[in-house]
């Protein structure tokens, strides 16, 4: 695509500003917090917002069974689909869903407050900022194509889903399974100026053991659930210094982890417990197998609990999010989005990976090459993302929407 194209859509980029900003604090402004996950109104104040835009929107509500099974209370998928000629289809891929806020907050975070110019608000980093990211760059694209006379090749499609913070199976993979979707690319929610080509994987189990309930005076007559608990909990524990010696060859990511997150149990201080249930995360760098790591896991908790004599131990797993590979192919969209990063921001812009687990990942494994890159800031620490007083810096955004918009023109254009 020639400079003069470029530059042009940099200047519609920057004349449709303050619309994008707005367009961004109306979908903070709309919680989405996951769990409960009752996200279908978000979903359609946000096709309501592209529809005013011009935007053909379709609705794809996943079937309520299907939702409640998966622990939330309502999912709609948006696709908006722009096909300008023959050509590859690229997708750009955020979720509206977010953890709730929790405590510590300094200003409303549903409110879109504006400072010194950053927003404040849950989600505004991760990842509804990529909602307007990937919107105005597409509105960008379609314009200066217009106005210009260029003729296109392929089609851009926005995929926003909601329910990434349960593993995305009600959004891109239920979108691909069902044949809603095609592409041979897809760029994901990113959230940092890094362009991200690879990311760890999850396994997340919730370990139950059972006991037998007896009076605190006579302990021996009852079974201690919660001691069988402590000797899995060891064994866990145990695992750690063989995972930080266990170190990926991809750059940005370590080592292994394994972390318990929630402990529940026991009925009184006077009574021996006779349940109590533990809910671990394991990280899985690339290199490593989910069906491996899950099968060691399992062995040494039972093996951990039969210490315990009359002990009984279920697992069950809650996640399993297998690591993001590099995919043949996927080079294009980097290669074009360092380009463009280095010209908006000019920096030198890196290809890396991240301990996190994404989205991205379901449509590798549908073979479609896909890699992270948003608005978000340099590290996602800095956002606070996840935590109080998450926050973007607009010029992140401003940027941000400018190289995914110059990456599409390059990719879009006819060979």
Not at 51 to 69: F, I, K, N, S
Not at 215 to 225: E, I, L, Q
Request: charged share 25%; proline share 7%; hydrophobic share 45%.
């Amino acid at each position: 695509m020639t400079p003069p194209f470029i530059a042009a859509l940099d200047a519609r980029i920057d004349a449709g500003f303050a619309d994008e900003v707005a367009f961004l604090r109306e979908l903070v402004r709309v919680p989405t917090d996951t769990p409960p996950g009752d996200n279908a109104g978000h979903a359609e104040r946000t096709a309501e917002l592209l529809e005013a835009m011009g935007l053909p929107v379709e609705r794809h509500p996943v079937p309520t069974a299907e939702v409640e099974a998966a622990g939330l209370v309502s999912v709609t998928n948006l696709i908006v689909r722009r096909r300008f000629g023959e050509g590859p289809v690229i997708a750009l891929n955020a979720h509206g869903d977010v953890v709730p806020p929790g405590e510590g907050w300094s200003r409303p975070p549903y409110d879109g407050v504006i400072e010194n110019g950053r927003m404040y608000g849950r989600g505004v980093a991760v990842s509804k900022s990529d909602f307007a990211t990937y919107t105005f760059a597409l509105r960008a694209l379609e314009t200066v194509a217009r106005e210009r006379g260029v003729a296109l090749a392929g089609a851009v499609e926005l995929h926003f889903t909601y329910d990434e913070e349960f593993g995305g199976a009600l959004g891109p993979a239920w979108l691909l399974r069902h044949g809603l979707t095609r592409p041979v690319l897809a760029l994901c929610a990113g959230f940092s100026y890094a362009v991200v080509n690879a990311h760890n994987g999850c396994l997340q189990l919730e370990v139950t053991v059972h006991g037998q309930a007896a009076h605190a005076a006579m302990p021996d007559s009852g079974v201690d659930a919660l001691k069988a608990a402590h000797a899995i909990l060891t064994a866990l524990y145990a695992l750690a210094p063989a995972y930080a010696a266990c170190r990926s060859k991809v750059a940005g990511i370590a080592s292994p982890t394994i972390n318990v997150g929630r402990i529940e149990g026991g009925t009184n201080t006077n009574v021996v417990p006779a349940k109590v249930v533990l809910k671990l995360d394991r990280r899985m760098i690339p290199e490593e197998d989910a069906a491996t790591v899950e099968a060691e896991l399992r062995e040494v908790i039972e093996r951990a609990a039969a210490a315990v004599p009359r002990a009984r131990v279920g697992i069950r797993r809650l996640l399993l999010a297998r690591p993001l590979v590099p995919r043949s192919g996927h080079e294009r969209l980097a290669d074009a989005l360092v380009r463009h990063g280095e010209r908006v921001f000019g920096e030198r812009i890196a290809v890396t990976a991240t301990p996190l687990y994404t989205d991205a990942r379901l449509y590798g494994e549908a073979g479609v090459p896909a890699v992270l890159y948003g608005a978000g800031p340099r590290t996602i620490l800095e956002a606070n993302a996840k935590r109080a007083d998450e926050n973007l810096l607009l010029d992140d955004l401003r940027r941000a929407t400018k190289v995914v918009a110059a990456m599409l023109a390059e990719l879009l254009t006819p060979d």
